[in-house]
T-cell receptor, first 112, second 115 residues
């Protein structure tokens, strides 16, 4: 069975500081990995995903995540955060033609 | 293009009462999902539709939960009777079709409180 562990439930950080949101997964088969973001009072939105190819994937708003098979991780990073990045971030995993399995989420709070 | 629409946004009911949630997916999306998100948890799939067919309802508590997607467009999720433990956010999502390459688009959810 697959599972996703997000090690931090809350991450407070100051504006313009770097941030890393950690995600580890467990699966006995090849997986696909996703990060979703949920802004206050909005639905979840896909931020980025890894399906195949380059292990480093980027989003349009400066986030990136690297698929590390040996460490079974897919950590999300941003070198300089903005107030507008305050949101809850969910890591998710699926196998081929499988359903998404979500982690518990990490609340990122960016302070001025 | 309109996103996934859900109503109501909030619902407060007493236990043992029935409740229904409605979802209108993005036009042209064949796959529709209902998720439940408990406080402090990630979303968990309840049921997935391909057009009007429920192809995965293994996580739906069938003794009190039911769902339908008539004509393969809108969908309704019902709970009867509601229990205290059903308090959660119920999310609807849709995608063009099913598979890891197809993005799921989520609605804002319905926050249910059972008292």
């Amino acid at each position: 069975a697959q599972s996703v562990t997000q090690l931090d439930s809350q991450v407070p950080v100051f504006e313009e500081a770097p941030v890393e949101l950690r995600c580890n997964y467990s699966s006995s088969v090849s997986v696909y990995l996703f990060w979703y973001v949920q802004y206050p009072n909005q639905g979840l939105q896909l931020l980025l995903k890894y399906l195949s190819g380059s292990t480093l994937v980027e989003s349009i708003n400066g986030f990136e995540a690297e698929f590390n098979k040996s460490q079974t991780s897919f950590h999300l990073r941003k070198p300089s955060v903005h107030i507008s990045d305050t949101a809850e971030y969910f890591c998710a995993v699926s196998r081929s033609q499988g359903n998404l399995i979500f982690g518990k989420g990490t609340k990122l709070s960016v302070k001025p | 293009e309109a996103g996934v629409v859900q109503s109501p946004r909030y619902k407060i009911i007493e236990k043992k009462q029935p409740v229904a949630f409605w979802c209108n997916p993005i036009s042209g999306h064949n796959t529709l999902y209902w998720y439940r998100q408990n406080l402090g948890q990630g979303p968990e799939l309840l049921i997935r539709y391909e057009n009007e067919e429920a192809v995965d309802d293994s996580q739906l508590p069938k003794d009190r939960f039911s769902a339908e997607r008539l004509k393969g467009v809108d969908s309704t999720l019902k709970i009867q009777p509601a229990e205290l433990g059903d308090s959660a956010v119920y999310l609807c999502a849709s995608s063009l079709t099913f598979g890891e390459a197809y993005e799921q688009y989520f609605g804002p959810g319905t926050r249910l409180t059972v008292t």
